[in-house]
């Protein structure tokens, strides 16, 4: 087991990762010993791993079980209205404990609703999908989703801790693996180097061997908790973990989060900012088909997309990270190098409109 130390404001956790470690992990048993604790588990998840999870769960008498229907339509108010009453039903108090165990979407969920809770109660994630240890579970960001945007109404709620558990990313299909992979390409391109160079030796075939794919976890969340713990709320150098998103989000929101994966709608995000920074003047061409490349090692960045980009730009400008009317991007200078926030240049609408197209194959 390889265990990360998190120190995030006020915030001091541990990220833990390893295979089979949720059964095995002390602290996780010590953190769940007090109080109540209300599992909310993805309910394909339990499917998949019923025998593993029930053995588990068997350890903990003082559990209520939430099953989730995990998908992004509902992560909602609606939904979540479902689960708080639920938490009161079942006599939940300040000192009780959500224990998410699931993907991105199941921790994010969790999250938001232990943050609203009796005006908040703790959380301990277990992500469960490549993108959720990589990405969703680090930094305290939950939120749900509203028709105008993903992730639009949330907050910061650290967890008590992080356990991911590479046993189940056995059975992740490899639609989801390229999931994760788009986050740690982006993590890769922003400034993880180390996870770049293990990038660049391998394809999708041969990065899912366990001690590569643990390697990249590991590398990719130290790297996010170092951005993090200097930027907890997303004032300044936390906006880096953006890059390919704001094209991303708005794709999905667009397509109402049907037909696209988060992973392929950041593919999509990343191939069209780093065609805006090409086009001005910031990355050279030669480094913009260099990111081209490393995606398409992966499988990723060739799915034509059926939007059209003027309305991809129509829900792009209700990204939270907007200021005024203007859309905010990160661009690349070179990977490893962002410009974000006002060191970043108002982009043309001919230019947005341009990459888009040649992203989107229109």
Not at 144 to 159: D, I, M, R, Y
Not at 224 to 232: C, N, P
Not at 247 to 265: C, F, N, Q, R
Not at 271 to 291: F, N, P, T, V
């Amino acid at each position: 087991m390889k265990e990360i130390e998190a120190v995030i404001g006020s915030s001091r956790y541990t990220v833990q990762i390893g295979r089979q470690i949720m059964m095995n992990s002390a602290e996780l048993r010590k953190k769940l010993s007090v109080g109540k604790c209300a599992v909310v588990l993805s309910n394909h998840l339990y499917d998949l791993h019923w025998e593993y999870l029930m053995e588990l769960l068997g350890a903990y008498t003082n559990k209520e079980l939430f099953l989730m229907q995990d998908s992004e339509e509902n992560k909602s108010y609606l939904y979540a209205e479902k689960f708080l009453q639920g938490f009161a039903d079942k006599r939940l108090t300040r000192d009780s404990i959500v224990w998410s165990i699931g993907g991105g979407v199941v921790g994010d969920f969790a999250g938001y609703c232990a943050s609203l809770y009796m005006r908040g109660i703790n959380i301990i994630q277990c992500p469960t999908t490549l993108l959720a240890m990589v990405d969703a579970s680090i930094g305290g960001k939950v939120a749900v989703n509203l028709h105008s945007g993903k992730n639009l109404a949330g907050g910061f709620l650290q967890p008590l801790l992080v356990v991911c558990d590479t046993l189940f990313l056995s059975t992740l299909p490899e639609k989801e693996i390229k999931c994760g992979l788009a986050e740690i390409i982006k993590h890769a391109l922003v400034g993880d180097t180390a996870s770049l160079e293990i990038l660049l030796k391998h394809n999708l075939v041969s990065v899912q061997n366990e001690d590569v794919l643990s390697e990249l976890i590991y590398n990719s969340v130290k790297f996010k908790l170092s951005v993090v713990s200097q930027d907890e709320k997303e004032l300044s150098l936390r906006s880096i973990l953006n890059f390919g998103h704001t094209v991303g989000h708005a794709i999905e929101s667009l397509m109402e989060y049907k037909g696209i994966s988060h992973g392929e709608a950041v593919a999509a995000g990343i191939l069209a900012e780093s065609r805006i920074s090409r086009d001005m003047g910031l990355l050279s061409s030669a480094e913009q088909e260099k990111i081209t490349a490393l995606l398409k090692q992966y499988g990723m960045g060739d799915k034509s997309i059926s939007c059209n980009a003027q309305d991809v730009i129509e829900h792009m400008k209700f990204d939270k990270k907007n200021a005024g009317d203007s859309i905010r991007f990160v661009l690349l200078k070179e990977p490893g190098l962002p410009l974000y926030g006002d060191s970043v240049p108002n982009v043309p609408d001919d230019i947005i409109i341009s990459a888009l197209k040649e992203t989107l194959h229109e």
